[in-house]
């Protein structure tokens, strides 16, 4: 009868089934932490339906695509334009996108639509050359609402080409130690006072060089990291 009384609302039912999948958690993956029950943002119909459109197959990075959606909405009043490393099919960058629409911005979006290039030994052993490859013209098709230039190519050399006076939101996502090095040396110079960067694979086991990279590029400058639980890490530029 307690048991019944107790399971009334239905945020008790729903917390029961969140114990039982902790349970299981606990057996199929006894280091790895689930995290707290009933965070508001995975209940944020406006996001999920976003999410939704434009990345229909993938959960696994929500909550990164939400973080990034909301640091992207703190420099809608900085001067510059929005640039991305490593767009795959496009999904963060419409994020950044849609935080920004009708500030004026122009989008930067750059991959070398071939897939990842060749990891180095910084990178460990997990990722293969080719692998992520996305599109071309999926990306175009997805940013079509935005006022967005995509550089296909290799990076560093696809920067050569952008014309960018200055920026106030960088997003890196490409995995590996090299362009994350290399788009941290051209991003962060074009970086207005104030404005963000982000890395999405800073926190990941699986990116060892992304992690590498950026503490290589931050020590001796006045930025500090501030690693995210979602994985991801950002700057802001002084
Ligand atoms: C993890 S995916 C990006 C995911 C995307 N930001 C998102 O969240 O939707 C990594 C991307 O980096 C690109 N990439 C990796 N190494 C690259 C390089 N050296 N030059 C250009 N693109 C690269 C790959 O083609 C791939 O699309």
Known sequence: MLLLIGLSHPRRREFLGFVVLDLVRAVALPGYLLGDYAKSWQEDTDFLEELRAVSPHEDRSAERKFFLRSLAGLVAHLPGDTAEAGTFEGASSWFICRALQNTGKTHHAFDSFEGLSTPTPEDAEYWRKGE???????????????????????????????????????????????????????????????????????????????????????????EKLVHAPTGQAFLVKQ
């Open 132 to 222: 992520l490859r996305a599109r071309e013209e999926t990306v175009r098709e997805l940013l079509s609402p935005f006022d967005t230039q995509v550089h296909k190519g290799w990076i560093p050399k696809c920067f050569e080409a952008a014309t960018i006076d200055r920026l106030c939101f960088a997003h890196i996502d490409v995995d590996l130690y090299e362009p994350t090095l290399q788009s941290m040396e051209f991003f962060y110079p074009l970086v207005v006072q104030g404005g963000i960067i982000v890395c999405d694979d800073y926190g990941s086991a699986l990116c060892p060089g992304a992690t590498q990279a950026l503490d290589e590029f931050v020590a001796g400058r006045p």
